[in-house]
C-alpha cells in the first residue's frame, strides 16, 4: 500500500493550495481518507477527513471555513483545497487511510492504518 501526497509548497498568506494524495494498493473506495498536519514542535492534528462513501467531510477547528476535503474514488485520490492560507497554517500534511465505518473516529489518528509521506505547506506573511 502506498499514499503519495504532492502539491505543497511556498505560497503568501491569503493564498491557496491544492494538495493531492494518490494511493495504491488498497480497495480506495472502502477507505476513509483524512488529513492531518504537523508543525515543527507540534503534535499531529486532524486537518479534515472524509468517510468512504464520501457522503460527509469533516473539519478540524482550524480547517473549517477555509478548506475542503473531496475525493476521486475513479483516480484512488484524496484532496485537500486550502484557502486562505495563513501563517499558522505551515506544516508538514499528511494524508491517511482507515478502513473503518461511521465517522466519529476521524480526527483520531490511531485510527488510520496507511500514512503517506507528507508534503510540506510553508506559508509567509
Known amino acids: 500500500v502506498q499514499l503519495q501526497a504532492f502539491g505543497g509548497g511556498l505560497v503568501q498568506a491569503g493564498g491557496s493550495l491544492r494538495l493531492s494524495c494518490v494511493t495504491s494498493?488498497?480497495?480506495?473506495?472502502?477507505?476513509?481518507m483524512g488529513w492531518f498536519r504537523q508543525a515543527p514542535g507540534k503534535e499531529r492534528e486532524f486537518v479534515a477527513g472524509?468517510?468512504?462513501?464520501?457522503?460527509?467531510?469533516y473539519y478540524g477547528d482550524s480547517a473549517k471555513g477555509r478548506f475542503t476535503i473531496s475525493r476521486d474514488d475513479a483516480k484512488n485520490t484524496v484532496y485537500l483545497q486550502m484557502n486562505s492560507l495563513k501563517p499558522e497554517d505551515t506544516a508538514v500534511y499528511y494524508c491517511?487511510?482507515?478502513?473503518?465505518?461511521?465517522?466519529?473516529?476521524?480526527?483520531?489518528?490511531?485510527?488510520?492504518?496507511?500514512w503517506g509521506q507528507g508534503t510540506q505547506v510553508t506559508v509567509s506573511s
Open positions: 494498493g488498497l480497495t480506495f473506495s472502502s477507505y476513509a
Open positions: 491517511a487511510a482507515s478502513p473503518h465505518r461511521g465517522s466519529s473516529w476521524l480526527s483520531l489518528r490511531r485510527e488510520y492504518l496507511y
Open positions: 472524509i468517510i468512504w462513501s464520501g457522503t460527509t467531510p
